[in-house]
């Protein structure tokens, strides 16, 4: 089956504690991205990455990292977690120059 | 910023009944999409359109788009109680791989 897989799907965590939210897609495709959903605000691009050794910074990359090493997988990372990093992180995978995403369940994230 | 805002913010309306939902953008576009997220779950693909077409249907589904008023619009005909969902626009430019997606538009559908 086709899809797009996020570990963990709920985490709670203090701040400072560094993390790592993995993500992994199945379909071969080359472009990958993380968002974060918060109320009021939509869902807004962290980073994306165009194939493997290649990633940019979407709107709101302050504090994530991210990399692409191989092409099946896009892992975001929180070196040093803060209250404001709070919010609901999505995953989602598409193929180059179609940009119909296919997304992950999600990962709800609090920071204490 | 090229952020997509939708309008309305919420919508209720009778199941049957025909819903329309707005997009509004701000720079020039090379592709415009929707999708559907269902409370708190991941979003799913509706429907692309190009910025050279002016109009896509897919089932019930109706896109059109209006590059000089740089809006879109999504028509769901004949509403079921499955359509209730939230329903997000997506916007991508020339030379810019960046995604970017509205607030939104909470469409409930009451039986």
């Known amino acids: 089956e086709a899809q797009v897989t996020q570990n963990p799907r709920y985490l709670i965590t203090v701040t400072g504690k560094k993390l790592t939210v993995t993500c992994s897609q199945n379909?071969?495709?080359?472009?990958m991205s993380w968002y974060r959903q918060d109320p009021g605000l939509g869902l807004r691009q962290i980073y994306y990455?165009?194939?493997?050794?290649?990633?940019d910074k979407g709107d709101v990359p302050e504090g994530y990292k991210v990399s692409r090493k191989e092409k099946r997988n896009f892992p975001l990372i929180l070196e040093s977690p803060s209250p404001n990093q709070t919010s609901l992180y999505f995953c989602?995978?598409?193929?180059?120059?179609?940009?119909?995403?296919?997304f992950g369940p999600g990962t709800r994230l609090t920071v204490t | 910023s090229q952020q997509g805002e939708e309008d309305p913010q919420a919508l209720s309306i009778q199941e049957g009944e025909n819903a329309t939902m707005n997009c509004s953008y701000k720079?020039?576009?090379?592709?415009l999409q929707w999708y559907r997220q269902n409370s708190g779950r991941g979003l799913v693909h509706l429907i692309l359109?190009?910025?050279?077409?002016r109009e896509k249907h897919s089932g019930r589904l109706r896109v059109t788009l209006d590059t000089s008023k740089k809006s879109s619009s999504l028509l769901i005909t004949a509403s079921r109680a499955a359509d209730t969902a939230s329903y997000f626009c997506?916007?991508?430019?020339?030379?810019?791989?960046?995604?970017?997606f509205g607030k939104g538009t909470r469409l409930h559908i009451l039986p």
């Open positions: 989602a995978s598409s193929l180059p120059g179609r940009y119909e995403q296919y």
């Open positions: 379909m071969n495709h080359e472009y």
């Open positions: 990455s165009m194939n493997v050794e290649v990633t």
């Open positions: 720079t020039s576009i090379n592709n």
């Open positions: 359109i190009r910025s050279n077409e």
């Open positions: 997506a916007t991508d430019a020339w030379r810019d791989d960046k995604i970017i």
